[in-house]
T-cell receptor, first 115, second 112 residues
């Protein structure tokens, strides 16, 4: 099973709201990723977790706060977002993060709209 | 450093015609190449990958790609496309680090 699940599918929030995105995989992968994808653009890497520890933060604003409670779950906490943060947020996982050979498996994404 | 160039932003074709989506890469280290497909309002799905060995790689849904080291290319082909192949296609390169570098994508539109 190569499935990565994400909830919710759609989210609309105001600039003062606090919300969270959730990602789950049961493939035993030890690397998990958050990407942001704007319309008609490729995904942009935001964060990488390796063995439940934050390994990479691609200079993401602090209004995005990732969390990895265990090896299967990845959350993205959102607070005080701006309208330009509206995008498709994709989660991915791979066996490890150390090798370029490891395939990243993507979830279906959460479509976020910030009003 | 590594980079990917997808030479065509849009490729319109008629149903049952062959198609080639072009991808060129640059990398200073070992190259691992991937093609992903993204259907409207969905996540990315792996079509195929080249890690080593045979330069002709077969993937899902009848797609294949050929790794050409001398031309630094990894073009995606399908001999006969269907309406359901309409989607965005991303070429990506992975190197010796964690990072997957994507091209800008090619929108394949299959017309009846």
């Amino acid at each position: 099973d190569t499935e990565v699940t994400q909830t919710p599918k759609h989210l609309v929030m105001g600039m003062t709201n606090k919300k969270s995105l959730k990602c789950e995989q049961h493939m035993g992968h030890r690397a998990m990723y958050w990407y942001k994808q704007k319309a008609k653009k490729p995904p942009e890497l935001m964060f990488v977790y390796s063995y439940e520890k934050l390994s990479i933060n691609e200079s993401v604003p602090s209004r995005f706060s990732p969390e990895c409670p265990n090896s299967s779950l990845l959350n993205l906490h959102l607070h005080a977002l701006q309208p330009e943060d509206s995008a498709l947020y994709l989660c991915a996982s791979s066996q490890r993060m150390t090798s370029g050979t490891d395939t990243q498996y993507f979830g279906p994404g959460t479509r976020l709209t910030v009003l | 450093a590594q980079s990917v160039t997808q030479l065509d932003s849009q490729v319109p074709v008629f149903e049952e015609a062959p198609v080639e989506l072009r991808c060129n890469y640059s990398s200073s280290v070992s190259v691992y190449l991937f093609w992903y497909v993204q259907y409207p309002n969905q996540g990315l799905q792996l079509l195929l990958k080249y890690l080593s060995g045979s330069t002709l790689v077969k993937g899902i849904n009848g797609f294949e790609a050929e790794f050409n080291k001398s031309q630094t290319s990894f073009h995606l082909r399908k001999p006969s496309v269907h309406i359901s192949d309409t989607a965005e296609y991303f070429c990506a390169v992975g190197g010796s680090n964690y990072k997957l570098t994507f091209g800008k994508g090619t929108l394949l539109t299959v017309n009846p």
